[in-house]
């Protein structure tokens, strides 16, 4: 099968992607897979990193407000489909595969336009922008969770199919995730990372936490900054480590999260949708601190549903501070039998099924041209 895969900006788009072309490579050995992306955004690193054909185009995304930026956004989608033409008419793909971002736009588009079937994936309860523009011309959504499909009413093929990050991480091996960070098996320890982009808060919460885990020996910290806060945190979070600092590892970014999050007892982070879908598949529990600068706040809706199964506690951004963070990370982590039940309520959210349900969905799809 020749499939081109888009979507991207940040890595809660991309990895779903890759995810459903791992799929394809397994159940149909032989196929070709093509990436569309934006060299602005971090697929340009990290596709080509797992041997996928890379190609880009220029697009930038809508801003809600009224704005000049907007009618180059315009003009910059018109060249967007226009490129995007070219590539699909040179790659013959049986299938465009978007999973969100806006560089999903143009190339979705013009294959419709140019009858190639598509199929779109949502990660998250609230649709994004790119995506419901997209649902009047693809024949096909995939969405990960049941009440995401009101949003898609008026399209045919909708179907629940969770996130395929889920059945990315099942097939991570624990004991490299423990060597990768230097840690004896069975370490426990604490993986808090921003999304896939960093945050600053929380950050800025984890400076003041690390020193505190005195208090809870044996324990480690393994604190993701994002490439852009790496030398700001890692400077500031020195100071203050002290005999503590053996246990804390700090780094800018993990390129093998999968078999990271399959050794961690506890993850502490954003609540981004294919972080959560990863997590709920190994069962892992969590303290969520949803971002608050996202469309519709749906950072907030994607830790509720973790929250109310009993699978992680969240903690709003304006209420975060070291202190209130170091003593929910205390709570569970000195407590077996409470990160137990969290992790029994993790995993039952779980999909690992994921992948295969969209490859499903991909082969009906392609088999109707
Ligand atoms: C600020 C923003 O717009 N965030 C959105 C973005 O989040 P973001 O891009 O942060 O995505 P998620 O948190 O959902 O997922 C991050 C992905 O990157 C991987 N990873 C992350 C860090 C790292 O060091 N190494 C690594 O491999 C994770 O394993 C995961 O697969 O897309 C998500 C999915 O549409 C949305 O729910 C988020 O609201």
């Not at 989608?77 to 299938?95: A, N």
């Not at 009858?115 to 922008?129: C, S, Y």
């Amino acid at each position: 099968m020749r499939v081109v895969l888009t979507g991207g900006g940040t890595g809660g788009h991309i990895y779903p992607a890759l995810a459903i072309g791992r799929e394809i490579a397994d159940k149909q050995p032989g196929s070709s897979l093509l990436y569309i992306g934006t060299t602005r955004g971090l697929e340009s690193r990290i596709v080509p990193e797992q041997g996928i054909a890379f190609e880009d185009i220029t697009i930038t995304g809508f801003r809600r407000s009224l704005s000049w930026e907007n009618v180059r956004t315009v003009m910059r989608f018109v060249q967007g489909v226009r490129r995007s033409k070219q590539l699909l008419k040179s790659f013959k793909p049986d299938i465009v595969v978007g999973t969100g971002g806006y560089v999903c736009g143009p190339v979705v588009y013009a294959a419709s336009r140019l009858g190639i079937p598509t199929l779109i994936h949502e990660q998250n309860v609230l649709p994004g922008l790119t995506n419901k523009f997209l649902s009047r011309y693809v024949d096909g959504v995939a969405v990960s969770f049941p009440e995401s499909a009101a949003h898609f009413a008026k399209c045919p093929n909708v179907v629940y199919a969770g996130n395929p990050c889920a059945t990315r991480v099942l097939q991570a091996n624990r004991n490299s995730g423990y060597e990768s960070l230097g840690l004896k098996l069975g370490t426990p320890f604490v993986l808090a990372v921003g999304g896939s982009g960093g945050a600053k808060a929380l950050n800025e919460a984890l400076v003041q936490a690390a020193p505190l885990l005195r208090k809870l020996p044996g324990v480690h910290l393994v604190f993701v900054t994002g490439e852009r806060f790496y030398k700001d945190t890692e400077a500031a979070i020195s100071k203050d480590l002290l005999d503590v600092a053996s246990r804390v590892k700090v780094v800018p970014y993990i390129r093998n999260m999968p078999e990271v999050l399959a050794a961690a007892s506890l993850y502490v982070g954003r609540a981004g949708a294919s972080f959560l879908a990863e997590i709920t598949s190994l069962g892992i529990p969590s303290i969520l601190i949803p971002s608050p600068n996202v469309t519709n706040n749906h950072q907030e809706a994607n830790a509720r549903s973790l929250v109310n199964a009993g699978a992680a506690k969240m903690i709003l951004e304006r209420e975060l501070t070291g202190d209130l963070l170091f003593a929910r990370i205390g709570e569970i982590m000195g407590d077996e039998t409470r990160r137990a039940e969290m992790s029994k309520a993790s995993r039952g959210l779980g999909m690992p099924q994921s992948a295969s349900l969209v490859y499903e969905q991909i082969v009906r799809l392609q088999q109707k041209r």
